[in-house]
């Protein structure tokens, strides 16, 4: 049976006949047919595309790896260091247990290349007056507990490893648990330093929005109440709580301080910035791997 003819409609045309009406006699070609079969590649290797002009996009050039930065956290109260800054860690003991744990970790700090040094002879290296050892590292510290004399004093001494305890004059007095006058005359004696940290422990510049005269008399009278007392000029200062301003800086610099501590975080130090310099917080009952693992991050 033969399949009906589909008919036209009247003055129309097929859909070929439209198409090469429009693009020429190209529109009667299968596309396919329009576009060059690309090259055999047998191995697989080959580009198919190269038949066709079209180059692949180059790949990416591989990256060089930077090494990792030391992070450095930001420093509320300090100016920020200059470029030649060194590396000079000190650190900052507060209480003390035995002896013996105390011991344990100084022994490991000498084990591992590490000089501790005072402050007289870190400030002189940072003057450029005498050249600093290749690993240094200063000893300090904070408020002058009792349990300071039983556990870190007698190991300091025997070993004639140098330290600065940082203190308030008399606030044995007014609180129990501080050294008496008799213990620190003891640790000036063995050739250690006392310096000041202030009468009362006091916020110096929340103070100083009170009070100046009270400002006064925490910088300068400890000053002078550790020199009657013990015999011995103090020449290092160390704010409480780390708190301080420019204002305050200058207070301990005309009081006649050589140079100020801080409890901002890091290890870099330098000759421009002596009244603001940086510590690292670490405890005397600490294995030595846990201070040197510190110490490491923060790049010495």
């Known amino acids: 049976m033969s399949q009906p003819r589909r008919r036209r409609k009247p003055g129309g045309a097929t859909r070929r006949q439209t198409l090469k009406q429009l693009f020429g006699g ?85 084990r591992a290349g590490y000089t501790p040094l005072s402050m007289h002879d870190a400030l002189m290296g940072l003057r450029g007056e005498w050249e600093l050892p290749a690993k240094p590292l200063v000893l300090t510290f904070d408020d002058g507990w009792n349990v300071q004399f039983n556990g870190v004093f007698p190991v300091l001494r025997d070993y004639k490893i140098p330290g600065t305890f940082f203190v308030m004059p008399g606030f044995h007095e007014r609180q129990e648990g501080y050294m008496d006058w008799d213990q620190l005359g003891a640790i000036a004696e063995a050739g250690l330093n006392v310096e000041s940290h202030t009468l009362n422990h006091a916020d110096l510049p929340w103070l100083a929005k009170k009070d100046w005269g009270a400002v006064l008399a925490e910088v300068v009278i400890s000053k002078q109440l550790l020199e009657e007392r013990l015999g011995q000029t103090p020449r290092y200062f160390d704010y409480p709580l780390g708190r301080q301003n420019a204002r305050i800086r200058q207070v301990v610099q005309e009081a006649g301080y050589e140079a100020a501590v801080t409890i901002g975080p890091g290890v870099h130090q330098s000759a421009e910035t002596l009244y603001t310099m940086r510590r690292i917080r670490v405890e005397a009952w600490e294995p030595w791997s846990s201070v040197q693992h510190q110490l490491a991050w923060y790049g010495a």
């Open 26 to 110: 190209a529109a009667a070609i299968p596309m396919a047919r329009l576009l060059p079969a690309p090259p055999e590649t047998p191995s697989g290797n080959e580009d198919p595309f190269l038949g066709l002009g079209v180059k692949p996009a180059a790949a990416p050039a591989p990256q060089k790896k930077e090494p990792p930065k030391v992070w450095q956290p930001p420093y509320q109260y300090e100016p920020p260091l200059p470029a030649n800054a060194v590396v000079l860690p000190i650190l900052m003991y507060h209480r003390a247990t035995l002896a013996r744990l105390f011991e344990a970790q100084l022994l490991g700090m000498i």
